[in-house]
């Protein structure tokens, strides 16, 4: 038999998923952000309804690791924490108005310089590249493996 | 301004990637083929010409962890290790015709995975999704970063 037409997917998009991430570190650090503050001002929403057992479990973040992230991100007032009235030994998050015009700024600037990479495929192929990773990025991790 | 449409590329692409690897390993363990080994005889061919080290920095790997997946690919005789002519200290690799078959029967195997998931992507979106993620994949990391 043939030897396959095109790499494997994994052989292709790790390598180039890690440069992406490095690609954001110095956007994100010109916004005095960790990764992992970003990727919280992304998940949370302007209804406080995440404890932060929920939302470390949504990031895929160590529990633990995650406290002082919010911390910051609190004395800073891109998030608020508020007592859950179901249970007050847990804290509701939320993001604030300043939380998301940071999100958004750092947001603009990470997908401006992926639109210029992006800019190098025919439209087509830009349109399909999307429109397929979020396709696949979407599928529950078990359906993967199939 | 207007939030983007479509989440940042490192979000989709990071945990996709780790999917597809977590899809590999069963397959890999099939074969009795570790991830490392699979990856080394992706990398090699038949006309023996990388020493041991330019293979661990093609691959991204430690040079002493290389060193225990060599020996076993050699042991079942995957691989071939020549001195090299040229400084007798170094030694050369190639791929073995066993090396070759076993390598394209695991990829065959990995590829039908995915192109099970590729199947459920439109025409368009799935011949675009490949050109441009092997475009964007064979950039270098350095335009990636911009």
Redesign the interface.
Known sequence: ?A??A???????????????????L?ILQSHDLKMWAY?VL?ELREEPTRTQAALAQAI?ADKTRIIGVLDELAERGLIRRTPDPQDRRARLLAITPAGKRLR?AV??D??A??E???A???P??????????????E?P?E????
Chains 1, 2 share one sequence.
């Open positions: 038999m030897r396959p095109r790499p494997d997917l994994a052989a292709m998009m790790v390598p180039l998923g890690r440069s992406l991430i490095a690609a954001e110095p990727i992304l895929g958004d947001q603009r990470i997908q310089n992926e210029r990479l992006l190098r495929l025919a087509a192929d830009r349109r399909g590249f999307l429109r397929g990773l979020q396709f696949l990025a599928l991790p359906e993967i493996a199939g």
